[in-house]
Structure formats: structure tokens, C-alpha cells
């Protein structure tokens, strides 16, 4: 499989009813932005993806690796190096 296939999907929901969690009003949509410039300096071989929802907005933000990586739960900026170094061994298998 090709190494520009793999990716790390973050869910940017964002839901117009205040009442029901989302990963978009959690501030996702900064999140993949920092994602995004730490992945470029760190020269990792993955795309960087907004996706619509993952499924789990009650836990978000949600990061995945995909194809078929882990999957990252509440995350916000101290998970970046945990985030970084995951998509960094997995851009290699």
C-alpha cells in the first residue's frame, strides 16, 4: 500500500443543536490545522483529513489512522506527540 494512501482523519462535526456533543464545537477544526503543520515539520508521509463524523462525537475530538490505525478519543493538544508518533510508525508499515 502506498504511504500517501495512509492518513489521519480528524472529525470536524459540528452539530447546530448546542444540547448534543460534537467534535467540531470541541474545536476540531484547530485541532487538524496544528495536526496538519506538525506532521509537515515533522516530514511524516501521511495525509491529514477532515472527516464529517467518526461516530463518537460524545468523546471528541476523535482522531483515526487509516487504513485500520488507532483510533484516538478526546484528544486536544497534549495528545500531539502520542498522535505524532503513532502516525509516524504507521506511515511505515
Do not use: Y
Not at 516530514?43 to 462525537?57: D, F
Not at 460524545?58 to 493538544?77: E, H, M, S, T
Amino acid at each position: 500500500m502506498s504511504e500517501l494512501m495512509k492518513s489521519i482523519l480528524v472529525c470536524t462535526n459540528h452539530r447546530m443543536n448546542p444540547n448534543q456533543p460534537s467534535c467540531g464545537a470541541k474545536g476540531a477544526q484547530q485541532l487538524k490545522e496544528k495536526i496538519a503543520e506538525e506532521v509537515s515539520k515533522a516530514g511524516i508521509a501521511v495525509g491529514v483529513k477532515e472527516i464529517q463524523c467518526l461516530g463518537e462525537c460524545d468523546v471528541g475530538p476523535n482522531v483515526r489512522l487509516i487504513p485500520g490505525g488507532q483510533f484516538f478519543k478526546q484528544v486536544d493538544a497534549h495528545h500531539l506527540k502520542e498522535i505524532l508518533k503513532a502516525a509516524k510508525a504507521f506511515s511505515k508499515t
